[in-house]
């Protein structure tokens, strides 16, 4: 069992301020990715959806902003030495996820795919796996950061979800390679399901470097 610690950066109060904001970010990007797919299995690319759209990819472009912040403000702070470069390395690949919605969202903003009625119900149920995935990270983040006590309940969530999405993305393409749909629109279906299934494997990934980072600072 993990110990208690306090905040990683308890005596660097601005950073800390930062590493919360940037949190933040992969939240707001979630809820926004969600909003922005129902809508468009709904009603297609319509304001609604480009309000969204537009929303992530400011979120994203912030997130950037805060994750330079951090980077250069992490080497101004008496950190302990062996922990800077797994801090960095976290919050690169934790920039990564927030990336991964902006490029998905922006897929269905370019391509406009049409996606059958048989389909959207388990598009639907894909994307708040990957959604929940990404937030449930995030929590475990969070805890990595602040205490470490809770870090392992986050991630087995996280592994949890990542393998429910695995399994609806297999199944959604087994049904449409199995049906009589004409090849490029199977491919491009598959394209969007893929990258959706992708925010969780990224989930997945960034879950397994933080739970050795946090076996090392529990040493």
Do not use: W
């Amino acid at each position: 069992m993990f110990h208690i610690h306090l905040s990683l950066f308890s005596k660097t109060k601005a950073l800390e301020a930062d590493i919360d904001k940037f949190h933040d970010k992969l939240i707001d990007a979630s809820i926004s990715f969600t909003k922005a797919v129902k809508i468009y299995l709904k009603e297609g690319r319509n304001a609604d959806f480009e309000k969204h759209s537009k929303q992530i990819k400011l979120i994203e472009h912030n997130a950037d902003e805060l994750r330079r912040s951090i980077e250069n403000n992490l080497y101004g702070y008496n950190l302990i030495p062996d922990l800077r470069a797994d801090v960095l390395e976290l919050v690169e690949n934790f920039d990564k996820v927030i990336n991964k919605i902006d490029e998905v969202t922006y897929m269905f903003y370019a391509e406009c795919p049409q996606i059958p009625d048989e389909y959207r119900e388990s598009f639907n149920e894909l994307v708040h796996l990957s959604a929940d995935a990404a937030e449930n990270m995030c929590k475990a983040s969070r805890s990595f950061f602040r205490d470490l006590s809770t870090v392992r309940d986050y991630s087995q969530k996280v592994y949890s979800i990542e393998h429910e999405s695995d399994l609806c993305s297999r199944k959604m393409l087994e049904n449409i390679f199995a049906s009589d749909r004409q090849l490029a629109e199977k491919l491009q279906l598959r394209q969007f399901i893929d990258g959706i299934a992708e925010i969780a494997d990224q989930a997945e990934d960034f879950i397994d470097q933080l739970l050795i980072f946090t076996i090392k600072r529990d040493i």
